[in-house]
């Protein structure tokens, strides 16, 4: 079959969907990955073939026009719908209002969605999978009458604050076909609405969850669903950048090891990072540990001195640096708290915003991490945690339990059956229908 992977130009975002890809290429499928022209390098580094579509979005641009305040009104909010008094109504609306304006419009801009759409009407996929934020690729399926499911590589908090806050709003609309149509208040709904429209394709809450999703993130940490999932093992990928073992990772540590990282997205865009560097490495300063940590010439430019016990790197692979590792301390970010958790390593994660948050407060809540908010990121903040963390066995075997769970689901290998035999059930329903367009399907 033919499969079309679509994920903004983001390489934190598209990362987690290059494991799946080769799995499909190594099946014999078909295989294209549309997005921006500035993810194209990423996407062949990876040994797929690439379609750009539309113009790069300029996320930078509008982070440094909107400033940090588009940040700082999520900045240590839970998005925990079960919490009580949290997602309150005013936050749900300006959480809609405000994601749809500054992020889901600008990723999926209508250049970038016409584009995708006439290459899925020439190419004709039988499937397509889209990055959760990429709405582009459902309309695309709805287009053409693909089939078409979300790829998500973090626990489903969108879908899970889109819920309440489709609930606070009560039922929208009857159209004159007698579907019920998006809320007046519900902007992401009218902003679907209008780009289906445009193709004189009616909108459903399908655009939005897709037909089903294949999720990669353990069965302790997804978020509750009614919708038709694909439970998938993550396998660590690191984009883009060399992958080379290098001889001092081939010796085993004689004191516990602990890897600092703060991710590749902080080093190639203008999104604000929470985690001062020069205040880890004073917290760890005087361990009995060694530290590794992964920092690039402009991160190192901000280092006011280096303790001995540090070890700086611009880059080691992560799955390979990890097993070696007692302890991660991190930014709290999806990729680096995947790999961390599926080889077993206990984390300190300084999640500062969305679903980060909610990843670092349930790891602490199953005994395999601590979380470290932003008000609470200080030399002795993060230096007590990481000493109870290293001092502590329980931790360790709360991460070795994670692990055993996130390793029970089953590898991009063995889903593409599962994916083949979706796809056949999805477009066989599609083609009975009058002009082919997709309909929602419950595996």
Request: one cysteine or more.
């Amino acid at each position: 079959m033919r499969v079309l992977l679509t994920s903004f130009a983001m390489d934190a975002h598209f990362n987690g969907s290059v494991p799946l890809a080769w799995a499909l290429r190594a099946a014999g499928h078909e295989v294209r990955v549309a997005s921006q022209p500035s993810l194209t390098g990423s996407i062949t580094a990876a040994g797929l073939t690439a379609v750009p579509v539309g113009a790069d979005p300029g996320l930078d641009e509008m982070v440094k026009g909107v400033g940090d305040s588009v940040l700082s009104h999520h900045a240590d909010q839970s998005l925990d719908p079960d919490a009580p008094g949290q997602l309150t109504p005013a936050f749900l609306k300006g959480w809609d209002t405000m994601m749809t304006a500054t992020f889901f419009t600008l990723i999926n801009d209508d250049p970038m969605v016409d584009e995708l759409v006439a290459f899925a009407r020439a190419w004709e996929p039988d499937l397509i999978l889209w990055e959760p934020f990429t709405f582009a690729g459902a309309v695309a399926a709805k287009v053409t009458g693909a089939a078409h499911a979300r790829l998500l590589s973090f626990p489903d908090m969108f879908l899970s604050m889109r819920r309440a806050f489709l609930t606070q709003l009560g039922p929208g609309p009857r159209g004159t076909d007698g579907e019920r149509g998006p809320h007046t208040e519900d902007s992401v709904g009218q902003w679907l609405q209008w780009t289906l429209g445009r193709y004189g394709v009616p909108f459903d809450e399908e655009a939005v969850t897709g037909q089903w999703s294949v999720d990669q993130v353990p069965r302790s940490f997804r978020a509750p669903s009614d919708r038709p999932t694909v439970g998938m093992r993550y396998v660590p990928y690191n984009g883009p950048v060399p992958a080379v073992v290098p001889d001092w990772l081939r010796v085993p540590p004689t004191r516990p090891r602990v890897c600092v990282t703060l991710g590749l997205t902080a080093r190639t865009s203008e999104f604000p990072n929470a985690v001062p560097v020069d205040l880890v490495l004073e917290a760890i300063e005087g361990l009995d540990i060694e530290v590794v940590a992964t920092l690039d010439a402009e991160q190192r430019a901000l280092l006011s001195r280096v303790p001995d016990n540090v070890r700086l790197v611009d880059h080691v692979p992560l799955h390979a640096l990890l097993p070696t590792c007692a302890a991660v301390v991190h930014h709290g970010g999806a990729g680096t708290w995947s790999t961390a958790l599926v080889e077993g390593v206990p984390q300190i994660a300084m999640g500062w915003i969305w679903d980060a948050i909610e990843r670092a407060r349930r790891q602490q809540e199953l005994g395999a991490g601590l979380h470290l908010p932003s008000h609470e990121v200080t030399v002795e903040g993060l230096r007590s945690r990481l000493v109870r963390l290293l001092d502590e066995p329980s931790f360790a075997s709360a991460a070795a339990r994670l692990r055993a769970e996130a390793r029970s689901d089953p590898t991009p290998a063995q889903v593409v059956p599962v994916l083949e035999r979706l796809t056949a059930r999805h477009r066989a329903h599609a083609r009975r229908r009058p002009g082919g367009a997709s309909t929602p399907c419950v595996s």
